[in-house]
């Protein structure tokens, strides 16, 4: 907006420094009366020529330092992005170790039951000793399981609402 206006209060003094520079002269060509327009040689001219450059310069300097501004801001928020989506990356590694132990900790649990089922020396109630174990810690490694879950469908919400910026600033 700054950048908008700035631009159009260039214009304006560029324009009404053209305007008090030129003049014009009347000149009688063949009987006939002519307005040409002139630029007269003069220190006023030079000033404004000097006011000019002078207001040029400062609008590619202001400009300038928009844009520096612009970029920076660009820059930031894509960092921040980028290191946004990197914690949740580790976080989602974290629950996928985890997740991972959980199996294991249930692939043991079935082990112990087949190998406790195997070498029951008899009687129902020793197999139903070990049918219980097993459902105990299936069911808390399930629990568990659902409460990664729930932690990782977090994550990915937090992926989906953190996207990442465009590239390139404009």
């Known amino acids: 907006m700054w950048e908008t206006i700035i631009r159009y209060v260039l214009i304006a003094a560029i ?20 307005l040409v327009p002139f630029v007269p040689k003069s220190s006023r001219n030079f000033t404004i020529v000097v006011i000019t450059l002078s207001m040029l310069t400062t609008f590619s300097v202001v400009t300038s330092q928009i844009q520096q501004q612009h ?10 992005s980028l290191k946004a989506n990197a914690q949740i990356n580790t976080e989602d590694r974290e629950l996928e170790r985890r997740d991972d132990a959980l199996r294991e900790r249930r692939d043991d649990a079935m082990d112990d039951l087949v190998k406790g089922l195997m070498s029951v020396p008899g009687g129902a109630q020793t197999v139903l000793d070990l049918l219980t174990r097993y459902d105990a810690t299936v069911s808390a490694i399930a629990l568990e399981r659902a409460e990664l879950d729930y932690a990782r469908s977090d994550l990915e919400q937090q992926r989906r609402n953190n996207p990442y910026p465009e590239p390139r600033c404009d």
Request: proline share 0%; glycine share 6%.
């Open 71 to 80: 970029q920076a801001q660009c820059n930031a928020d894509f960092q921040r």
């Open 15 to 34: 324009s009404y420094a053209a305007g008090t520079i030129v003049q014009y002269r009347q000149y009688r060509l063949r009987g006939m009366s002519l």
